[in-house]
């Protein structure tokens, strides 16, 4: 069997994303930086803070990294693994793989978050748009002034650009025939040109950050060529991926054509899992979400 470990993006973070491992001994230092970073304990804020709060930016970045990170430090997955991570999932993606530390990872999306920040504008924002194909997809946006910034399997595309032109490309989606179309609860423009000036910024963190190798028995596949990751010499693929679309479609086939045949997503959410079991209903597919522990993971795990 050969395992995949795919780490989440934004826009499915929850109050109770954390419980799991909030109180394993494993997870604590991931738990406690992330905590600093955002200026409090990282339970105290999922209880309090106001959903606004709870799906800025830079918190919403912060939040799913630490996710990610900590689901991997209490799983500890024993037999050799490949990572990749879908949008700021890229970043808990290389820190599972042993290319940073955790606490590395998580300085770094912060300076991620800020640079996307400093870079948007104040109403950007993302949608997505089901069941039409590129071309109209591609005419769609450039008639609204909009970007595709994610192509996802089986038609699934995420938009991005002014929150007013993306609800109205949305709108028109809908009215071309798509499924299904809207904004979602992601307040930037990722992956798209309106984030330009934020590359360079992210890109300069990056290189200061001495990024390592995947450690032992560890692969990451980049989104950026849906490629192997080696390490520094990735980090500009990495640093673009803010202005650039995202083909996660490629990322997957890529898995999938080194023998992937076990996926595990480690959320929050089953966003990734639920794409991977449409392609393939055959694959053996599971996200941490879709468990009540971690003995109950690490079970599905060792079979």
């Known amino acids: 069997m050969t395992l995949a470990l795919l780490c989440s993006g934004q826009g499915r973070q929850d109050r109770a994303m954390l419980e799991m491992f909030a109180d394993d001994p494993r997870a604590q230092s991931i738990l406690t930086h992330a905590g600093a970073l955002l200026g409090q304990d990282i339970r105290t804020l999922l209880q309090t803070a106001d959903d606004a709060t709870l799906f800025a930016n830079r918190t919403s970045q912060i939040l799913c990294v630490a996710r990610g990170l900590a689901a991997a430090a209490c799983l500890e997955p024993a037999s050799p693994f490949t990572a990749a991570g879908y949008s700021v999932g890229e970043m808990a993606a290389w820190g599972v793989a042993g290319i940073w530390s955790p606490e590395r990872t998580l300085d770094l999306t912060a300076r991620r978050a800020e640079a996307m920040d400093s870079a948007s ?55 071309e025939g798509a499924a299904s179309a809207r904004p979602i609860a992601v307040h930037i423009a990722s992956h798209t040109p309106r984030l330009s000036n934020a590359v360079a910024p992210f890109r300069a963190a990056l290189e200061g950050s001495a990024p390592g190798r995947p450690g032992r028995g560890r692969t990451l596949i980049g989104a950026a060529t849906a490629s192997i990751v080696s390490g520094a010499r990735d980090v500009p693929g990495l640093a673009a991926q803010l202005d650039t679309t995202i083909d996660w479609a490629a990322t997957l086939e890529a898995l999938f054509e080194r023998g992937v045949d076990r996926i595990l997503e480690l959320g929050p959410g089953t966003a990734l899992a639920d794409m991977v079991r449409a392609v393939d209903p055959a694959l053996d597919v599971r996200a941490v979400d879709d468990f009540r522990s971690v003995a109950g993971i690490s079970d599905w795990m060792a079979r």
Do not use: M, T
Not at 129 to 153: K, M, Q, S, T, Y
């Open 121 to 175: 504008g104040p109403d950007d924002g993302l949608g997505f748009v089901r069941g039409l194909p590129r071309d109209r997809v591609e005419a769609l946006v450039a008639r609204f002034d909009c970007h595709i910034a994610i192509v996802n399997p089986a038609l699934l595309f995420v938009v991005g650009g002014k929150r007013d032109d993306v609800d109205r490309c949305c709108a028109s989606a809908l009215g």
